[in-house]
């Protein structure tokens, strides 16, 4: 068996955004790891130590992980979506809605002709999401 796990680079605000995720999405923080104290310590700026080295939110059989990359390493994130499915898509649009908080909408949450709802935003961290749920309506 092969699990794939999203893994987030954040530009020293990953706490805030797993915080927010846990939050929106349920699930529970798992692993909240700064670098104070850690033999990566000495590998970041002074004032990065408090930073998070690795973060892991727990969502069952789902888990998703990032970091705050520090500046000379951070590149934005671009072209890569975490993708949300639901079968409920009043579920999907309570999340997308509560994703898109601050963010930008890149594609209005809708029904398609694969889905009773489908959308795709850009959070409020900088992090893209697409967010399916339902069966079309026939």
């Not at 092969?2 to 995720?21: D, H, I, K, Q």
């Not at 970041?44 to 930073?51: C, Y």
């Not at 970091?67 to 079968?87: G, I």
């Amino acid at each position: 068996m092969m699990r794939v796990n999203p893994y987030l680079f954040f530009s020293g605000n990953c706490e805030e955004a797993f915080t927010f995720y846990q939050k929106v999405l349920g699930g529970k923080i798992t692993a909240m790891m700064k670098h104070r104290g850690t033999e990566a310590e000495a590998y970041v700026p002074a004032e990065w130590v408090d930073k998070v080295m690795h973060a892991a939110l727990d969502l069952g059989e789902d888990i998703l992980m990032g970091s705050d990359s520090p500046p000379d390493h951070q590149e934005p994130m671009q072209s890569v979506y975490v993708s949300l499915q639901f079968a409920d898509a009043d579920e999907g649009k309570r999340i997308f809605d509560a994703l898109a908080e601050g963010g930008t909408v890149k594609m209005p949450f809708s029904p398609t002709f694969f889905s009773a709802g489908f959308g795709m935003l850009v959070d409020k961290f900088g992090a893209r999401w697409m967010v399916n749920a339902g069966e079309p309506s026939s």
